[in-house]
């Protein structure tokens, strides 16, 4: 845990930020038409403007995180749900209308607006409760994301009376398909990104040398062992 803080204290003035999705399920926004990109200008460092700025593309489709998306849920979820507005990382206020669901009650397709009024600013006459991070489902960059737990299922295992293979987290890896932002295409193969809410990251270069686009993680926002790992 320690090491982990250490790391985040110095990766969290020096990595410049990015959108990627791991979990990944479709945004139709219906008020936007499918020809239309509306290119978005954001800070690559919310705390550090000489590192730059950045071009996103807003378009009618896009990806959001599975888990920021609920049919219902109380006041504490600040996230998208049915009939309730959100705001898009360094974007616009959108609101969910209807959803297509699978045949296993899985949900395919969230449709909903986005507010034309709302880039920079707060509408006045309601309150937004949540950000969420997003990614462009037509101009996007692919990619595999690896995630780590602890090896061990206990901080201390040379401390249990038990075969160490006994202990070993079977979570210590998690493998993700999803997409990040049309934007790292570009960047150095060494540099370290936050990708926002959910880590930080770096580039596999062996795995790109095999044909396709992986990043592995550094550490996360928080630490492992608060998360019940």
């Not at 960047?187 to 592995?216: H, K, M, W």
């Amino acid at each position: 845990a320690l090491l982990e803080s250490c790391v985040r204290e110095a990766l969290e003035p020096t990595a410049p930020r990015a959108m990627a999705v791991l979990d990944p399920v479709k945004v139709v926004i219906t008020n936007l038409p499918e020809s239309e990109t509306i290119w978005l200008t954001v800070q690559n460092h919310p705390k550090d403007p000489d590192m730059g700025q950045r071009s996103v593309p807003f378009t009618r489709e896009i990806f959001i995180d599975r888990a920021d998306f609920q049919m219902e849920a109380n006041r504490k979820y600040k996230r998208l749900v049915l009939q309730d507005e959100v705001r898009l990382r360094g974007g616009y206020v959108i609101k969910a209308e209807s959803v297509v669901m699978g045949d296993q009650d899985d949900i395919l397709e969230i449709h909903g607006v986005y507010d034309p009024e709302t880039l920079g600013v707060n509408p006045p006459d309601r309150k937004i409760r949540g950000v969420i991070h997003w990614v462009s489902a037509s101009e996007n960059m692919p990619a595999v994301f690896h995630r780590f737990e602890p090896l061990f299922s206990v901080p201390f295992p040379d401390a249990v009376d038990e075969d160490y293979r006994d202990l070993i987290n079977p979570n210590s890896r998690s493998v993700f398909q999803g997409f990040a932002e049309v934007s790292l295409k570009n960047q150095p193969q060494d540099t370290r990104f936050q990708f926002e809410r959910e880590g930080y990251f770096i580039l596999d270069e062996a795995a790109e040398d095999e044909g396709s686009v992986c990043y592995n993680e550094i550490v996360g926002l928080r630490d492992s062992w608060s998360k019940g790992g």
